[in-house]
């Protein structure tokens, strides 16, 4: 029964932190994230990273993301397409190169294939990862995710997503020998065809759903059933991430009468259970024990680098493609955040020998940062901007909470 004890020491130490960091105007995931931080092995050591916390966040995340799918403006999204593309081209490319340079700096510089090149290249992709949950989680905070800024982010994180898993699958090939560029190709572009073809017949069978039973549970439980099995079909037959195929069930259900309702719905389990556990798991997964100096510095130079690497390529794409300054740069700083992308890589590298255990640290450090680093500026150039404008759909009244209340 520890599992228990662990979830109420979670559940517990977050909300009360989150609470602490909104007296404190900080956004609420700030304080949840640390919470993770104390209770688990890296402070206290109350509450131990199991399998069963892990399942638990990743229903978080994935929870998450049908909200933001859910929230998602068609319009708006069908504007910003070509320029997520972009975005999110940028936003791997530009910190794939820099942490590859990073890398060999820190190890020395080595022919192409050399094992030292294949080091850094992979920590490059490492750094091309985006948990953009975070991100999700503050800007429905705000009430900015519908907004042009809001769409263009979770739509070049989606796709930078799949880009990610494309240049993984490249990096890992090089190692082995083993290249099957094409077969995730084929498989990605089979995923999204099929989520989109059989889309439309979900989305008029939960129209007729919607009609006969307007604002009822069981549209609510229908929509996140679709969510799971969209998640699971995702990442068990066609290799693309389950946070992927739980944005698409969203989206493709975004356009309902009901499509608020059902986000309003799903939300409370969200807010009160599952996110609290995601975003406290991270904390859960922070150690120093391996930490030398050498290591420390290279995980300093390594948060650094990540972190600017995504502004520099998005933003600095963002602005190429006509966003201003300001936008560029929350579109930039929205795309910091790592999470379990970011994981997920480091364990396929350690497992295929390009990743030594003592570099997960960094790793971690700059999930935990960019994690904590991320809403803060987020809220903060977003507080800027609406500064003296009066509220509308897209922008939070004065003390405005998303209609939850601790």
């Excluded at 640390?34 to 892990?54: E, H, I, S």
């Excluded at 050498?294 to 680098?305: D, E, T």
Aim: aromatic residues 10%; contains cysteine.
């Amino acid at each position: 029964m520890e599992y228990i004890r662990d979830l109420a020491i979670l559940l517990l130490v977050a909300k009360f932190l989150s609470v602490v960091g909104r007296h404190f105007h900080f956004p609420e995931v700030v304080g949840e994230i640390l919470a993770g931080l104390l209770v688990g092995p890296c402070v206290l050591g109350l509450v131990q990273d199991t399998t069963f916390v892990d399942e638990m966040a990743e229903i978080g995340v994935i929870m998450l993301m049908f909200e933001a799918g859910l929230g998602t403006d068609m319009k708006r999204l069908k504007k910003t397409g070509l320029k997520a593309m972009l975005i999110a081209c940028g936003g791997v490319f530009v910190p794939m190169f820099l942490g590859t340079i990073l890398y060999m700096a820190f190890y020395g510089f080595g022919p192409v294939f050399s094992e030292t090149f294949m080091k850094g290249l992979f920590i490059g992709t490492i750094m091309t990862a985006t948990s953009v949950s975070i991100t999700v989680a503050v800007l429905k905070e705000m009430n900015v995710l519908s907004g042009e800024v809001g769409t263009t982010i979770t739509s070049a994180a989606i796709i930078d997503d799949v880009i990610g898993i494309i240049v993984l699958t490249v990096v890992i090939g090089l190692q082995s020998g083993d290249i099957e560029i094409g077969n995730i190709l084929i498989k990605t572009v089979a995923f999204f065809a099929i989520a989109i073809g059989l889309g439309f017949v979900i989305f008029h069978l939960f129209q007729w759903l919607d009609d006969k039973y307007t604002h009822t549970r069981r549209i609510t439980i229908s929509g996140v059933v679709y969510c799971l099995i969209m998640s699971y079909i995702a990442e068990e037959y066609f290799g693309v991430a389950d946070i992927t195929g739980a944005y698409v069930a969203g989206v493709i259900l975004c356009n309902l009468h009901d499509s608020s309702y059902i986000e309003r719905r799903v939300d409370i389990s969200s807010y009160m259970f599952f996110a609290p556990v995601f975003f406290a798991s991270i904390g859960l997964k922070t150690s120093f024990a391996h930490m030398d100096f050498r290591l420390l510095l290279f995980g300093i130079a390594f948060v650094v680098v990540a972190m600017a690497g995504k502004i520099i390529g998005c933003g600095g794409v963002a602005k190429v493609m006509g966003f201003d300054g300001n936008e560029s740069l929350k579109i930039g700083v929205g795309m910091m955040t790592r999470g379990e992308v970011a994981l997920i890589t480091a364990q396929k590298g350690l497992a295929v020998g390009l990743l030594t255990p003592d570099f997960f640290t960094p790793v971690i450090l700059l999930i935990l940062c960019s994690s904590i680093v991320t809403p803060i500026l987020l809220k903060y150039l977003f507080s800027r901007s609406m500064d003296g404008a009066q509220p509308t759909a897209d922008s939070p009244a004065t003390g405005a909470t998303s209609g939850k209340s601790n």
